[in-house]
């Protein structure tokens, strides 16, 4: 069986899963690293390597907090750091049948969250061999987070012709969505076929993605969980001027007066840092509007259109961000709704409800990872019948969704869209079943 492959940079050698279905190739360099003069540079691509590179081992992440020590969080998803921190980070990761086929596999691309300061590719609720067995190639990603990955400044914006500063982390997707499209058929996929996914900050990627040119024609379908639609999280974005404060007080706290003394202070440190400074509230070093990447806000790439025409799932969960007044659920109607005035394909909605065993959280946000992911052997809750049922159709359906744009399959609960005539989504709980979708103005 041939774990090697050919890329445009050389070739990579991986590795097989534990039941010989699945080839895995972990840190698969996508970009040069982003350290030294290219630290808040738009990412550079990958220099050519000689022989066989090694891609059995997942890379570091980006630089951030320890998230053992994050509460809740920690205790569900980070119970021990067993990937190390390091600027050079830009990687992603491939999950592809053992076994090819004559014909060309969708391509699930995923986006991690993280409130854009922390995650990566490879944390234990990710998982491709699932898709890998559904017919689908899962890539997922590493990306700049925090001030390495948004920082904005005068100086920086006189770097480059186009006057842009912020977005490397976002610019990092997109250069991993190119690497991807250019090299995803030596790992038998289609790239006339990637499906762009993330949830909270990495959904709230994905909006960015699906309404900048730069990615025009090399997104097929999209899934936005917990972070995007209309009159949600990405209301409204952020200017560049608004982050500007933000990142003065961060060089005042590291006693730098230039970029050039920024550029010289351990990445380590200015990860450090960055928790400390009040940046006014809500998330602190994110994503802009920068007339380029970003013409406009994504609400208002949405309202005029200019969003990509393609296929879109979206949804949220019942103890999600907001969930008081449901403005997930309700932006979610609202991305809907604009999908039909917009006269294209009606999305498919979903509300994931199942309160997981174990505490009192609920259906909290990021809950519905460990089943889209088919990974709840990897947790320490106290799963019931109802949770393995409902990981087997939650993972079809996304599967589902990257292949054909419709989740429905042999065996499914049926999943109509959100139509004016049929205004459903689907309820994944305890059962599975379609029910009328919130009501919006």
């Known amino acids: ?24 190739f972990k840190g698969v360099p996508y970009a040069e690293p982003p350290v030294g003069e290219l630290r808040w540079k738009r990412p550079q691509p990958k220099t050519p390597w000689d022989g066989v590179r090694s891609a059995k081992a997942f890379s570091a992440k980006a630089p951030q907090a320890d998230l053992t020590r994050e509460g809740f969080y920690a205790k569900e998803f980070y119970t021990e750091e067993t990937i190390e921190r390091n600027e050079d980070c830009l990687y992603l990761n491939i999950w592809t049948p053992a076994e090819k086929t004559e014909e060309k596999l969708p391509v699930f691309f995923w986006i991690h969250g993280g409130a854009f300061l922390h995650g990566c590719g490879a944390e234990k609720e990710f998982d491709g061999e699932q898709f890998s067995k559904n017919g689908v190639i899962m890539v997922s990603i590493n990306y700049r987070v925090g001030a390495l990955g948004f920082m904005v400044h005068p100086a920086l914006a006189a770097e480059n012709p186009e006057g842009l500063t912020g977005n490397y982390g976002i610019f990092d997707q997109i250069a991993a969505l190119n690497w991807v499209y250019d090299n995803i058929e030596a790992f038998g996929g289609d790239p006339d076929k990637i499906t762009v996914a993330g949830q909270s900050a990495g959904c ?33 974005n952020t200017s560049v001027e608004s982050r500007l404060p933000a990142t003065e007080l961060l060089m005042k706290a590291l006693g730098a007066e230039t970029i050039d003394d920024m550029r010289k202070i351990p990445a380590e440190k200015i990860a450090e840092v960055q928790y400390t400074i009040n940046t006014g509230g809500g998330l602190g070093w994110v994503p802009v509007t920068d007339g380029y990447l970003l013409p406009a806000s994504t609400d208002e790439q949405a309202l005029t259109g200019e969003i990509h025409d393609i296929d879109y799932m979206i949804g949220s969960t019942g103890n999600d961000i907001g969930f008081e007044d449901r403005m997930l659920e309700k932006s979610a109607v609202h991305w809907a709704k604009n999908q039909l005035k917009l006269e294209r394909n009606p999305s498919y909605l979903y509300y994931f409800n199942r309160k997981l065993p174990g505490d009192d959280a609920g259906a909290f946000h990021s809950c519905e990872l460990w089943y889209v992911f088919h990974t709840l052997d990897r947790a320490w809750r106290p799963w019931e019948d109802c949770d393995r049922a409902l990981e087997a159709v939650v993972s079809a359906y996304w599967a589902n969704f990257a292949k054909t744009g419709d989740p429905n399959g042999e065996g499914l609960p049926v999943w109509h869209p959100y139509t004016d005539e049929t205004p459903v989504q689907i309820l994944l709980a305890e059962t599975v079943s379609e029910q009328e979708a919130i009501k919006v103005d």
């Open 1 to 24: 069986m041939q774990t090697i492959v050919n890329v445009r940079e050389g070739q990579l050698e991986g590795c097989l899963s534990a039941d010989q279905k699945t080839l895995i």
């Open 204 to 236: 709230m990627s994905v909006q960015i993605l699906i309404s900048s040119p730069l990615t025009k024609g090399k997104i097929k379908r999209a899934v936005l969980q917990s972070g995007g639609g209309l009159n949600g999280l990405t209301r409204g």
